[in-house]
């Protein structure tokens, strides 16, 4: 009974907090202690809200936002995984390799854009390369990273009992790597969607970038901190979409806690 309580109590702390927050977002600017002019009250931002979702298609918006992350991270999977197994398996190149992957993975993806623009244009072959480059690298470092912390005991297991290659990998390297996969796979969309965000503001006619970038240059701030709030809420969506994809895919995981 405690128990409940005390979970009870922690939601409505948790809940309380946020209701204050908004509470104090729609008060102060009105009162004058906030300068409504830069912070407008909360109101008018879902007035914005309704407006963006009503007059200005907002939806079209969020389709090509979300269009440009998942095609990009698909890439970056699609590429960074079995380069990550196959550096596990070949270790001494992976040895030979990882200062220069280190030091790939500490650029900036932005600081790459100029570059990116010079071979692409500004069109979304530039978008979805900067996308890819930011979701690369977790993905490839996770995955190399889950592959080498399986116990070689149960390669060794399986290698006694007669197990070919193929079925360690489907058996034991996959399923024992699938977790770290997934953390990879959440950290480079987070990283992507950060970048898109960016990469809209430079040559974009649509996106949730673009809303910002327009919002600034004609001084409209409620639909600025419009525009921020439905990213904020469409990161967390993101996210736990990641989430249950990883519980649906990897269920055994949940069999071993």
Not at 186 to 191: E, F, L
Not at 207 to 213: A, E, F, K, R
């Amino acid at each position: 009974m405690k128990g409940i309580i005390g979970r009870i109590n922690y939601h409505f702390i948790d809940i309380s907090g946020i209701l204050i927050f908004l509470l104090l977002w729609e008060i102060l600017p009105r009162a004058g202690i906030i300068d409504g002019q830069f912070i407008p009250p909360l109101s008018e931002v879902i007035a914005a809200i309704a407006r963006l979702f009503i007059a200005e298609h907002l939806m079209l918006h969020i389709a090509a936002s979300l269009q440009r992350v998942f095609i990009g991270v698909i890439l970056a999977v699609i590429l960074a995984v079995p380069l990550g197994f196959s550096l596990a398996a070949f270790k001494k190149a992976a040895a030979f390799l990882q200062p220069l992957l280190k030091i790939g993975s500490q650029i900036n993806a932005f600081a790459l854009f100029p570059i990116f623009i010079l071979l692409f244009g500004i069109g979304e072959t530039a978008k979805i390369s900067i996308i890819f480059c930011a979701a690369f690298w977790p993905v490839l470092f996770t995955t190399l990273a889950g592959v080498r912390q399986i116990d070689p005991l149960y390669v060794k297991s399986a290698r006694s009992m007669g197990a070919g290659r193929l079925t360690i990998f489907k058996e034991i390297i996959l399923p024992g790597t699938a977790s770290s996969i997934f953390t990879g796979i959440h950290s480079g969309t987070t990283h992507a969607f950060l970048m898109l965000i960016a990469a809209e503001m430079i040559g974009a006619k649509a996106g949730l970038g673009w809303i910002i970038l327009n919002s600034t240059a004609n001084s409209l701030m409620p639909r600025l901190f419009a525009a921020g709030i439905i990213i904020a809420l469409l990161g967390m969506f993101l996210s736990y979409f990641i989430h249950w994809l990883e519980k649906t895919i990897v269920y055994w995981q949940e069999d071993a806690i």
